[in-house]
């Protein structure tokens, strides 16, 4: 049996259901993952069903409160249309306490406990691995929680879980926010950043070149400075440091590699989806881990950040969404244009996400071509298709 795709058009392709159920359904070859997977504990998707019982029920007895049902202001998030909702772990019970109905929920972040949380996550990446080159990189956006005033550690968790699960883990990365959301909490510093981890399979691909950065020239001045050697060069010899084997050339011509700590501002866009990540941060990872022509795999594509940053990058992208209405955002999205936008009769988001400075021309082995084109062959799904019929005004 083989997945069928919701839309492709040749370099993006996107399959709507449960990843691992792609995964296995599938035959890829991956270069790079890149991708933000719900947090735990933080916000339902709307995608469970409730099996049997009554009908006419409406299982509220079986749902857990959240912080807006004790409060007089409303939430933005309980709209009970396309978006995503405020949550807790084990939002609903397994079971409607009134009617007997069984709860039938794919999505992952909503496990009564952390560890059930880490244990489907890690799964997924154990199904994609079968599809991954050995040198291939997978770059993981993660957040933590709090309950009870104490951190979940769920990132930790999950990267020393991968460890154990075979995977190399390289890097992590921090992705420090300008722009937090505000919180008032007054016993501890408010949370700014989130974590990337990058693990390996093998023997890594890594873009040096496409990611390094300009050196400061403090940190060029330290190199040039005369400096003390080993013993057996009988004290200070008055070399410059940048003449020694242990600097590269292109350390040598002022540039360095690209460090751990990246400050990046969120980023919000038009549609459905409220938790996006932002497109500087998909681009670092995508120089550093895929190379140009390459395959990018995103199993939690969302609102299609990765496809879209892939496409500036000469990349192609296979993304995996478990809710149609996020699948339709992205395509929408990656195709350049916008359900909101359009209506609005406002400038098309092809022109804003896409506009030809924005076409990474300067990396390495990349030189832009056909990445505008609109004349390649697409093809979607007949859910796609009745879709667009729907929603589009055009």
Known sequence: MSATPYYTDGRFTLYQGDNARVFAETQLEIDCIVTSPPYYGLRDYGTGMWEGGDEGCTHDAARKRTRYDYSLASSPLQNPGRTGTDAQPAMFAERCPECGATRVDDQIGLEAVVDDYIDKLVAVFLAARPHLKPSATIWVNLGDKYIDKELTGAPWLFAFAMKKAGFNLLLDVIWSKPNPQPTSQKHRPSVAHEYVFMFGVGQNYYGYDAVKERMASTSMNRMKSPRFVDRDNKGFSGVYAVQTAE??????????????????????????????????????????GCPVGGTVC?????????????????????????????????????????????????????????????????????????????????????????????????
Request: proline share 6%; hydrophobic share 30%; with cysteine.
């Open 247 to 288: 600097f590269s050339e292109a350390e040598k011509q002022g540039w360095r590699n690209m460090r751990s700590v990246w400050e990046i501002a969120t980023e919000s866009v038009p549609g459905t989806h409220y938790a996006v990540f932002p497109k500087e941060l998909v681009r670092k990872c995508l120089l550093a």
């Open 298 to 394: 995103d199993p939690f594509i969302g609102s299609g950040t990765t496809a879209v940053v892939a496409r500036t990058l000469g990349c192609k992208c296979i993304g995996m969404e478990l809710k149609p209405e996020y699948c339709y955002d992205a395509m929408r999205r990656y195709q350049g244009r916008s359900l909101a936008l359009e209506e609005g009769g406002q400038l098309s988001l092809y022109e804003e996400e896409f506009p030809e400075t924005s076409v990474d021309t300067k990396r390495p082995g990349f030189d832009g071509r056909d990445q505008h084109s609109e004349s390649r062959d697409t093809s979607a799904s007949p859910t796609a298709l009745q879709e667009l019929a729907l929603y589009s005004p055009l």
